[in-house]
């Protein structure tokens, strides 16, 4: 038998466990498994294989195919192979910088044989439950990619104290199980995509900061005078095609920084729209060519984070000059010296933006140079 810490609850008339797993406990009592029909079965994990030009993936899949089971009793559906790398690599990043949990929330889990439940004195909710110690007498209902990348990356978790919570049913009848899943993983309730963006801007960042930078991405991907409108991924869907994330980030650090100087709250929020959207439409002005040709990186990711590092030393250069922040003339001024010292070939990415391996740094370094020099003073 292995021990786990427990509580022992109750709904409805049917008792179930939340106990606390153990990573190698994890690793020797869950079987894997997806549903199959005998001969037509389908390979149990979906997705090609690795891409030329991709990172290598970290799992071992020759290894970790051996692990899952395909049985017409099942109920799990194929295991996503991109799901299980990015779960791998996200425990990486958790593991590494030590300030999330990787697994924080609670699996579901079936278990074949009958558990036993030792309370604690003076108190029959908790206590020590008993698990039959036998490889597989486990399933997981919900959670089976967490614990499968779990499994393919259990060596790097050698000499941690990991828990994972889990939420433990004893010998639930199949038909329960099957029901359970189901309803779990139907998604009856689906939230309309611009309701999340508006949420994940306001109520779900208490950081300020990163509430602002979201809603300069949303105008600049949504509104229509926008030289970006509609070509941002927001929370990672949609036609666009730049991911918001990295934009988001780079915004956060210019108003953590307090680039924007005193301003907070509403205020905050609409100069920093009023003035990210026409200092866009400035840039697309002053590289025309590059903005709107086909062969040039200018709307790449890199060089729009560094357009946005850059932004400070525009605004403190309108605050010289005494112009309004947002004002679209007085930002063009500004950023003219662009136009005549860095020009479209700049972005030409079969040319100077790969000759010279442009990277963020490299590009916000020229920007910042262009304003200081606008003549072309000695660098």
Avoid at 105 to 125: M, N, T, Y
Avoid at 132 to 161: C, K, S, Y
Wanted: net charge positive; with cysteine.
């Amino acid at each position: 038998m292995i021990n786990v810490a427990a509580i022992r609850m109750q709904q409805f008339g049917v008792q179930f466990y939340q106990a606390s797993l153990t990573a190698s406990d994890i690793d020797k009592l869950v079987r894997f498994e997806v549903l199959s029909y005998g001969d037509t079965a389908q390979a149990p994990v979906r997705g090609g294989k690795q891409k030329p030009g991709t990172a290598p993936s970290k799992v071992n899949w020759d290894f970790l195919e051996r692990r899952i089971a395909s049985s017409e009793k099942a109920y799990q559906r194929q295991i996503i192979r991109r799901k299980i790398d990015e779960l791998v690599q996200y425990y990486e990043q958790c593991r590494q910088a030590r300030d999330l949990p990787s697994i924080p929330g609670a699996v579901i889990i079936s278990c074949d044989e009958k558990l036993s439940f030792q309370p604690a004195d003076g108190d029959g909710r908790v206590g020590i439950l008993k698990v039959p110690e036998r490889e597989g007498i486990l399933r997981a209902i919900d959670g089976q990619h967490r614990l499968l990348a779990l499994h393919a990356d259990i060596d790097r978790f050698a000499g941690e104290e990991f828990a994972v919570p889990a939420i433990i049913f004893d010998r639930l009848p199949e038909d329960h199980v099957v029901q359970m899943f189901v309803t779990i993983n139907a998604k009856h309730t689906r939230l309309n995509a611009s309701h999340l963006v508006s949420l994940s801007g306001r109520q779900l960042y208490r950081d300020e900061a990163l509430a602002t930078a979201h809603d300069v991405v949303r105008a600049l991907n949504d509104r229509e005078d926008s030289p970006l409108y509609d070509e941002i991924k927001l929370l990672g869907v949609g036609r666009g095609r730049v991911a918001q994330a990295p934009l988001a980030q780079e915004l956060k650090k210019v108003f953590a920084a307090d680039a924007f100087g005193a301003r907070k709250g509403a205020d905050l929020h609409e100069d920093a729209k009023k003035f990210f959207v026409n200092y866009f439409k400035q840039i697309a002005l002053v590289f025309g060519g590059a903005w709107n040709g086909r062969k040039y990186s200018i709307r790449s990711a890199s060089a729009l984070r560094a357009f946005i590092r850059v932004a400070p030393d525009v605004v403190r250069r309108l605050d010289q000059e005494h112009a309004d922040r947002g004002d679209f003339r007085a930002i063009g001024r500004v950023i003219a010296p662009w136009g005549r010292r860095i020009g479209d070939l700049r972005f030409e990415t079969e040319g100077a933006w790969k000759r010279s391996g442009t990277t963020v740094d490299s590009l916000a370094k020229e920007l910042r140079l262009a304003l200081q020099y606008p003549e072309g003073a000695a660098v």
